[in-house]
């Protein structure tokens, strides 16, 4: 699939923006593809604080010459965004990444903004002798359980050309590893019958995603 979205790009004379919900794996597919297209990576962008205007990015991702990806992962940014596709699609394709397990990245979101709020170490390539919490210690709120699933809900607005599995790809050229905790993470939460009565049921339609 990954030659699929690069020949789709040289072909159509586009750059690649990656969409996905947080901890989805946008970063990691950001890289192999810019590895294995030879081009260079913008990362994240669109991150609210960094910039003033989404679209400003968006631009810059547009009038690249050379292949390049970039990824948008945060909620307000897309709503931003959202209201004018057809101009991200003019020089861009659009890829979206999705993780079946919702519970598993339900909890890899509440772990990262409770354990280190500031990234100051970074949400990726997380080794288990690092986990900064301890089973039963985290309770999930309502509100956030909300977010997320919204989260999940926009990236189809806009109309990705490929719509790929996190848990279906290989990651061979990039840094990026999956991270390890000391314990399986949902057991984190003090209610994790609550977080999995909301997300452990989530079904994607087969409609969602792209075979190879």
């Not at 599995?165 to 609550?194: G, I, V, W």
Request: charged share 20%; net charge neutral.
């Amino acid at each position: 699939m990954y030659q699929t979205i690069l020949d789709c790009a040289q072909q159509q004379n586009k750059n690649i923006l990656i969409i996905g919900s947080p901890r989805s794996g946008t970063h990691a597919l950001s890289a192999e593809l810019c590895k294995l297209g030879r081009g260079k990576s913008l990362m994240e962008i669109c991150k609210t604080g960094y910039c003033n205007d989404p679209w400003d990015d968006i631009n810059r991702l547009s009038s690249s010459a050379r292949l390049t990806t970039a990824q948008v992962v945060q909620l307000t940014p897309k709503l931003v965004l959202a209201e004018n596709v057809d101009k991200i699609k003019k020089d861009n394709i659009i890829v979206n990444i999705r993780r079946r397990d919702k519970v598993l990245q339900f909890a890899s979101w509440i772990y990262f903004r409770v354990s280190d709020p500031t990234a100051l170490h970074g949400w990726h390539n997380h080794n288990a002798n690092k986990t900064r919490v301890q089973p039963g210690s985290v309770t999930a709120a309502e509100s956030d359980i909300v977010q997320f699933k919204l989260e999940q809900l926009l990236d189809d607005y806009f109309l990705p050309t490929f719509n790929l599995c996190y848990e279906d790809l290989t990651f061979t050229q990039t840094n990026f590893r999956k991270n390890t905790f000391a314990f399986h993470l949902p057991e984190m939460f003090s209610n994790l019958d609550y977080v999995k009565q909301q997300l452990e049921t989530w079904q994607y339609s087969t409609g969602h995603f792209d075979n190879e």
